[in-house]
């Protein structure tokens, strides 16, 4: 879903990928196989002796284990190293996925590995589960997910910090996604956008969020005053405020889009469930119906992702 998003909205995609499975987990029954480390250095390998590694953003999500984290990490550092003497010219676009909802699904030592290498990223888009566990803080309030990301950004120098599906009761109405830019003390500018809450289980959505940030933040950035693509990690002045950090911005768009797409998901899923009887609907085969009902419906709604019909209000966090 990634590289098609990112394709879609002008970007010219290489992907490595990290597993390939008849289907996605949501299914509860998946077959097929993850990359090794080496079979993912290898690839990069490939791509850098035939002088095609000229990247200026990584985007990793998913990976398969520690070496796995690893080996990204190896090559985001490589990546980085040949852009050096051009600021801004190169920016890490980092999803930790690690779990959600307080469960894990890699294992236990995934997590140190993405420590050893998250202060080398220069945006990370934690989920609140994977927010707590990189931060080592119980999120249970606006205010402690505010010190959460005030430790990211002091503890590992992240420029950008955004927290997706923050949700603090089960069955709220609302969504919220709270991001930061990081001033040049380190210190957070908060900001938060609600949604209201689908119901509705849906995957792959980290994915899409990840893939449109990347795309959005690139446009957000060009766009900026001052010019920040020659600026290190894209970062704002500090007399900036919150509400109008590219990076807000961007994030604005992003859940415009999604919200749309998703909004339609549903609705073609709800169809689609009509049409079943209550015995197709119980049991295993149930969960399969529904599963597949609610993939999401990108292809055939590439318009709604590109030109969203829907405004979210930006809100500075004020803690």
């Not at 949501?26 to 079979?39: F, L, M």
């Not at 509705?200 to 693509?229: E, H, I, Q, W, Y």
């Not at 509400?243 to 909004?263: D, G, N, Y």
């Not at 339609?264 to 529904?290: C, V």
């Amino acid at each position: 879903m990634a590289a098609l998003v990112m394709q879609t909205l002008g970007c010219d995609v290489a992907a490595l990928n990290t597993v390939q499975f008849s289907n996605h987990k949501g299914y509860r029954q998946v077959t097929g196989t993850k990359a090794t480390a080496s079979e993912i250095r290898d690839l990069y390998d490939g791509l850098a002796r035939s002088s095609l590694d000229d990247f200026d953003v990584l985007l990793s999500g998913y990976l398969p284990g520690a070496a796995a984290v690893e080996a990204v990490g190896s090559i985001a550092r490589d990546l980085r190293l040949k852009c050096n003497a051009k600021p801004g010219s190169f920016f890490w676009v980092l999803d930790p996925v690690m779990g959600d909802q307080g469960q894990l699904y890699v294992d236990a030592d995934v997590l140190p590995a993405y420590k050893s290498l998250v202060h080398d990223a220069d945006l990370v888009l934690p989920n609140q589960f994977e927010a707590e566990l990189l931060s080592e803080i119980p999120i249970t309030s606006m205010d402690s997910l505010a010190a959460a990301i005030s430790t990211l950004h002091a503890a590992y120098r992240i420029p950008h910090i955004v927290v997706t599906s923050v949700r603090f009761s089960a069955g709220a109405a609302t969504l919220s996604v709270v991001g930061s830019t990081a001033r040049a003390d380190h210190s957070p500018r908060l900001f938060k956008i609600e949604i209201p809450a689908i119901p509705c289980f849906f995957s792959g959505t980290g994915d899409m969020f990840a893939a449109l940030t990347v795309a959005r933040l690139r446009a957000a950035v060009a766009a900026s005053t001052p010019d920040l693509t020659g600026v290190k990690g894209w970062v704002s002045p500090d007399e900036v405020p919150a509400v109008e950090l590219p990076l807000a911005k961007a994030v604005e768009r992003v859940l415009a889009s999604m919200q749309t797409v998703l909004s339609k998901t549903k609705q073609a899923s709800d169809a689609a469930l009509a049409q079943l009887t209550s015995e197709e609907l119980e049991g295993t085969r149930g969960h399969l119906a529904r599963t597949k009902a609610a993939e999401v419906r990108l292809v055939r709604n590439l318009e709604d992702l590109k030109h969203p019909d829907v405004d979210f209000a930006i809100e500075a966090l004020e803690v």
